[in-house]
């Protein structure tokens, strides 16, 4: 009995997180912002079409994650945002460098792999 409570425990406290993690908005700005906010994606277009997301870390370490969406140019992400603002990422990021997390970004939610 006492290792099915754990097991419900576990399962509630999963489901909290899923349900009430942080989500990501998408923003559109024209020029690299100053400071990065927790929870938004800047979608970067310095001409017709964007170049570039740029999103604070989900791991919570603090930095700032710059990814390019131009295809000429390896690696390069896609992405899209939903009727409600919220962006899905792909493919997944994985960090090479600091943190080394490795998280996917599906309508706003993130799904983490990996956070060291």
């Known amino acids: 009995m006492a290792r099915l409570k754990k097991r419900t425990g576990e399962t509630f406290r999963k489901l909290g997180k899923f349900l009430f993690a942080p989500r990501y908005y998408a923003r559109n700005v024209n020029e690299f912002p100053q400071r990065v906010k927790k929870g938004l994606v800047y979608i970067v ?56 997390s490795h998280f996917h970004i599906t309508n706003g939610r993130v799904i983490s792999y990996n956070f060291f």
């Open 45 to 100: 277009s310095e001409g017709p079409e964007p170049d570039t997301l740029i999103f604070k870390c989900p791991c919570g370490c603090g930095d700032t994650v710059y990814l390019n969406l131009l295809n000429d140019t390896h690696p390069y992400w896609r992405f899209d945002v939903n009727f409600f603002g919220l962006v899905s990422i792909r493919p997944s990021v994985r960090r090479t460098v600091k943190c080394k």
